[in-house]
């Protein structure tokens, strides 16, 4: 139960696009289209983001999105906004009803 | 709307016990899985257990097995964690998290309750 790979940081300017990477393994992320990620701000509760790769519940801007490529999912975040400033957490199903959570990334907006 | 609320964390010394409660309101609880995910000051999110909606079925991380039990009662809609023989280590902010839908995700989280474990 390895956590996923994610950078430690990123960090863009206002209206720019980012993308934050999340790497499993064969067991994780590449076996299951259950890779969801989540907002956290400080001091706060995280929030669902993403979905199944790349679905968006309700209420979530369009300007995040998801997908995943073997065993690696990305999040991308366009049009960045000052309140996109928070550290973000991919997460994925591992089998036998487990799930393992990625390190983390913080995303500054210049 | 729907809300979790979790409460009984506390101050305990290591090898010491504590029950985490989570109550749950504006869902049909029985109907979806529950969980408990941990945050140790200053670090990243870790999954800790799954329970299933009748409960008959629990997972757990590794680092906490024989020591953590994760149970539900449906008609007071709470979930709960039973922690023994704590450890420095399993200080966090412990936070319940229901399930989507089959596994996909985690939608609606509580507010979290911090664990200190220190003599």
């Known amino acids: 139960q390895s956590a996923l790979t994610q950078p430690a940081s990123v960090s863009g300017s206002p209206g720019q696009s980012i993308t934050i990477s999340c790497t499993g393994t064969?067991?994780?992320?590449?076996?299951?289209?259950?890779v969801s990620w989540y907002q956290q701000h400080p001091d706060k509760a995280p929030k669902l983001m993403i979905y199944?790769?790349?679905k968006r519940p309700s209420g979530v801007s369009n300007r995040f999105s998801g997908s995943k490529s073997g065993n690696t999912a990305s999040l991308t975040i366009s049009g960045l906004q000052a309140e996109d400033e928070a550290d973000y957490y991919c997460c994925s199903y591992a089998g036998v009803s487990t799930y393992v959570f990625g390190t983390g990334t913080k995303v500054t907006v210049l | 709307e729907v809300q979790l609320l979790e409460s009984g964390g506390g101050l305990v010394q290591p090898g010491g016990s504590l029950r985490l409660s989570c109550a749950a309101s504006g869902i049909t609880f029985s109907s979806y899985a529950m969980n408990w995910v941990r945050q140790a000051p200053g670090k990243g999110l870790e999954w800790v257990s799954t329970i299933g909606g009748s409960g008959g079925s629990t997972s757990y991380t590794d680092s906490v097995k024989g020591r953590f039990t994760i149970s539900r009662d449906n008609s007071k809609s709470t979930l709960y964690l039973q922690m023994n023989s704590l450890r420095a280590e399993d200080t966090a902010v412990y936070y319940c998290?229901?399930?989507?839908?089959?596994?996909?995700?985690?939608?609606?989280w509580g507010q979290g309750t911090m664990v200190t474990v220190s003599s």
């Open positions: 064969s067991s994780d992320v590449g076996s299951y289209n259950l």
């Open positions: 998290a229901k399930d989507y839908y089959m596994m996909s995700a985690f939608d609606i």
């Open positions: 199944e790769v790349s």
